[in-house]
């Protein structure tokens, strides 16, 4: 298998020699029409015309509790119930990221509408009116379900997405001795994923063999956990999600539909479908944990910055590790020699709480970017100019230097574009009518990552490619960009490239999640067809590099090969694959990017309007111009929601998680989105990838809160620090 082996001194790739203009252009989403013409077949729409079996799940109506008994007598005697089926691999089957402590827990129900039985039967709505015959009897345990109330009692935990504890210096010691002491708290409270295709899985047997769709992000983890959830080897099942409509990290384990359709088909011998509905979707899954954030900034008295602390807690159920990351992009991306960064999870009978689209930045720059704001005014400095005096050199903690920073060039280009010299140099001093208006700033980075990631490529007698991965497209556009590098590098139109993702039986995959995706999958098609490069040049007795392809030939010297000539009737198959250590690794990588809104805030109401968004953002090089820029639009959309609307509530008594649905979570709608500006400026990262790019996806998410929280401080002069600002902690 061919692998990428990174130059000492970075130079050009075959990529910036390109002669295509395939690479970056705002090609539309290969599978865009597919989707919104129902041509695209989500897990649910699978064996459409098979004699198949439908699932209902039910739900535990109690918090922390033991199940004494189950009678499923009255459901099945139902006519046209299959089965009821129950037990710990039921109760289990939600737990996604493989707690190690969960299967210990016999009879358990850890949270609130936690599965405890599955119904099969002839229809959904046979299953449904089922469900509810399902008698269970549970004994209640004490139970926490908030975190308030039990500050200071969190565990530090190991298996977290970043260290607990990221210390430099003696933070203690250097913030009492600041010139200037900044001390604030903030709070985001938990939130829901809710793609719009909810967790939905079809399971089938032949023999011991299992086929499964199901709506994954990552589908060589999640074929280890659906097998684990049912105990057969990973070798036995075969899962398949080739178009997902969104995922947010909700999918990057599994949810209990995958594990409890297999179990249901198992059981009654026949394919079974499961979808979860919407209510099952935000209580079954996972969630984005609570966060509590102490920010502590010591400065000089001209007010650069000398020490940094941040310090957060959160929720998570017994025995998870996951933590939400707030700290991660705090620990490079301000400066101060004496640094603390520490997590903290506090245990609630609450949900799960896992990945959920940016987990670290999308929570922690809520906090970090409106305590810069505060900073700022403390100063009397603009908040641009105050940036401007505190941007690092170097990676602060870890001295190493960056492998690409232009955050000030996005802050200073979204301040010109969006006109930021018009802002009113005061709070509450602009007024139109009834409206207060107010302009905020806030900076974006998400750190980047490469995962391993492998491919093959198939081109045919005639010349045209097959791209084979494992890889999914949750809806960010990899079956068009993984087209357009496999285009680009082998000198194809775009559609003499098809390209075959979602499913476990192809070359093993990075999966989605991350942001990693587009740079991970797609530097493996790359090095495949560097190799298919290399065969054609071996065919053709030349060096390789010498070699150009454009239009179906091959270019060498003054000879101009059509490819079916050098393929001579073959077909040729090549693999590529890239590791995470396969670039240079001596270097702080991440994305950035600055954020600018403009609000206006209903001075009797406390009714916030967004009025103008801008995103300026820099992530290495640009695979589609298009599909970058609509998902950072996704990353503002989400920013208001977390600014403004967005709110899981957990009843406090009994876990319950209250606005468990699209009715009662409010998320930003058409009215509540004003028209949105994104602007990429060009940017090359070799110490990325072979691709040269970084993670766009999560990037537009980190920060846009809470350039809207310090407009609407700029508008009113009043500061919240616990989100989402609703009216009526303005009035
Ligand atoms: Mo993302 S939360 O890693 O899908």
Redesign the pocket.
């Known amino acids: 298998m061919n692998k990428h082996v990174m130059d000492e001194a970075i130079g050009e790739t075959r990529l910036d020699r390109n002669t295509q203009g395939v690479i970056g252009k705002g090609v539309d989403r290969y599978e865009g029409k597919l989707k919104v013409s129902g041509k695209a077949p989500y897990a649910y729409e699978h064996l459409i015309g098979e004699k198949v079996a439908y699932g209902y799940v039910v739900t535990a109506p109690i918090g922390r509790a033991k199940v004494k008994s189950i009678d499923a007598m009255a459901a099945q005697s139902l006519a046209g119930v299959l089965t009821v089926v129950s037990g710990d691999e039921v109760l289990h089957s939600s737990a996604q990221p493989l707690s190690p402590a969960v299967p210990a827990m016999k009879g358990e129900i850890l949270h609130y509408n936690q599965p405890v039985a599955l119904v099969v039967a002839e229809s959904f709505e046979i299953a449904r009116q089922a469900a509810k015959l399902v008698k269970v009897e549970y004994e209640a345990k004490e139970g926490h379900y908030e975190i308030e109330s039990r500050r200071g009692t969190g565990r530090a935990t190991e298996e977290g997405p970043m260290p607990a504890d990221t210390k430099r210096g003696d933070f203690e010691k250097a913030f009492a001795a600041a010139e200037v002491q900044f001390d604030q708290t903030y709070r985001t409270p938990s939130y829901q994923a809710a793609a719009m295709e909810p967790h939905a899985s079809v399971a089938k047997w032949d023999g011991d063999q299992l086929t499964i769709w199901s709506s994954c ?1 990552l589908l060589d983890l999640n074929v280890q956990q659906i097998a684990n959830g049912i105990g057969v080897d990973p070798s036995k099942v075969r899962l398949l999600s080739p178009y997902i409509g969104g ?3 909700s999918k ?1 384990g599994i949810g209990p539909d995958a594990v409890l359709a297999a179990l249901g088909a198992k059981a009654v011998g026949r394919p079974v479908k499961l979808a979860l509905t919407r209510q099952n979707v935000f209580q079954a899954t996972s969630r984005r944990g609570e966060t509590i954030q102490r920010v502590r900034i010591g400065t000089t008295k001209d007010g650069k910055i000398t020490c940094f602390g941040h310090e957060s807690e959160t929720a998570n159920a017994e025995g998870e590790g996951f933590f939400e990351p707030s700290g991660i992009s705090t620990v490079f991306l301000y400066p101060g020699e004496d640094r603390l960064v520490t997590h903290r999870v506090i245990t609630t009978d609450v949900l799960t709480a896992s ?5 670290g930045e999308a929570t922690g720059m809520l906090a970090t970017e409106s305590a810069l704001d505060e900073l700022a005014e403390r100063f009397g400095m603009d908040p641009v100019a105050f940036r401007k005096m505190n941007e690092p050199e170097k990676d602060p903690q870890e001295d190493l230097p960056f492998s690409s920073r232009r955050l000030l060039d996005c802050i200073d280009e979204g301040a010109r574009r969006f006109n930021w010299a018009d802002r009113p140099s005061k709070p509450a001093a602009r007024r139109e009518g009834e409206w207060l208006i107010g302009y905020g700033m806030s900076s974006a980075s998400r750190a980047n990552s490469l995962m391993a990631s492998s491919a093959e490529i198939e081109m045919s007698p005639e010349g045209r490619a097959i791209v084979k991965t494992s890889m999914t497209d949750i809806g960010t556009g990899t079956y068009t960009i993984l087209q357009q590098i496999a285009a680009e590098m082998l000198g194809l139109p775009l559609d003499h490239v098809d390209v075959l993702l979602g499913d476990t039986s192809l070359p093993e995959s990075s999966g ?3 942001s990693w995706g587009a740079n991970s999958a797609g530097s493996s098609v790359y090095v495949a067809a560097e190799a298919l490069i290399e065969e054609f040049a071996k065919r053709l007795g030349v060096e390789a590099e010498t070699l150009t392809l454009k239009d179906g030939h091959a270019i060498s010297g003054n000879r101009q090969i059509p490819f079916a000539e050098i393929l001579n009737g073959d077909t040729i198959k090549v693999q590529g694959k890239i590791e995470p250590g396969d670039t240079s690794s001596n270097t702080n990588q991440a994305s950035y990017g600055a954020h600018f809104a403009e609000v206006a805030v209903n001075a009797t109401t406390g009714e916030t309007r967004v009025r103008r968004l801008l995103t300026v953002g820099t992530a290495g090089r640009i695979l589609n111009m298009k599909t970058a820029t609509s998902q950072c639009y996704g990353g503002q959309i989400w920013g208001i929601g977390y600014a403004l609307e967005e709110e899981l509530v957990v009843d406090p008594r009994s876990g319950l998680i209250v606005n468990h649905d699209l009715a009662e979570y409010h998320v930003p709608v058409h009215a509540d989105v004003p028209k949105l500006d994104v602007v990429l400026l060009e940017d090359r990262d070799p110490h990325a990838s072979p691709l040269a790019g970084k993670g766009i996806g ?1 990037l537009a998410i980190a920060g846009v809160g809470a350039a809207i929280n310090n407009a609407i401080y700029n508008a009113t002069g009043a500061r919240i620090r616990s989100y989402p600002i609703t009216m009526d902690k303005l009035l």
């Not at 990945?355 to 987990?359: F, I, S």
Request: proline letters at 7%.
């Open positions: 992000q995922g947010f990290g990057l990945a959920c689209r940016a987990p989605s999640g991350g999560e």
